[in-house]
């Protein structure tokens, strides 16, 4: 199940709150908590978040303002069905179209998240440091994706498939697909 960006029930509330408790949620739950693989993009991430799918909340970007670019990302494991193609560290330009899109997570969630590996991307620059600098969001530890403690639920803020198709004049995110993809063969 693939949730994609797109500012739901127009973004009035918390983004993704009012879309985390619509009908089709629960089956999404359902399906996750029985081992089913999901993605959520950008405000599908908030959705997946608001619902408990995933650790930790979106907040409005430290500056408060809309942003629309391209952004650097570090890959922090290749230990997940979105990441195996990519390798560790490995530096990708994918880009970012939010408003609130900083992560948070209290220091306990943290803890956890990089104790198990759950951390899938941060944002970096364009040498691959990870820098106050780099996080075009205030996002906490530059955090730009996790998993879930059972690796079947990932969520990200910036956009894959807008940077998948040589006629996007960048490919970076095909292999984050051609990983799902991967995975699923093997399966």
Do not use: W
Not at 6 to 15: A, E
Not at 28 to 49: D, S, W
């Amino acid at each position: 199940v693939v949730l994609p960006g797109g500012f739901s029930y127009g973004d009035y509330l918390r983004c993704g709150s009012m879309a985390s408790k619509s009908k089709i949620m629960r089956s999404v739950i359902n399906f996750a908590k029985g081992g089913g693989k999901v993605l959520g993009i950008c405000n599908g991430f908030q959705i997946l978040c608001e619902s408990g799918l995933l650790p930790g909340a979106l907040l409005h970007n430290n500056s408060h303002k809309f942003i629309c670019k391209n952004v650097h990302l570090s890959t922090q494991t290749t230990n997940s069905l979105l990441t195996n193609k990519l390798s560790e560290k490995q530096k990708i330009l994918i880009p970012i179209a939010h408003g609130e899109g900083r992560y948070h997570a209290d220091s306990e969630t943290l803890k956890m998240l990089n104790e198990n590996d759950q951390v899938l991307f941060r944002y970096c620059d364009r040498d691959g440091n990870i820098t106050n600098e780099a996080n075009p969001n205030g996002a906490i530890e530059n955090i730009a994706g996790v998993c879930n403690k059972g690796r079947n639920v990932f969520g990200m803020m910036p956009h894959p498939e807008r940077a998948s198709d040589e006629e996007l004049s960048n490919t970076d995110g095909r292999t984050l697909f051609e990983s799902v993809l991967t995975a699923a063969e093997v399966a």
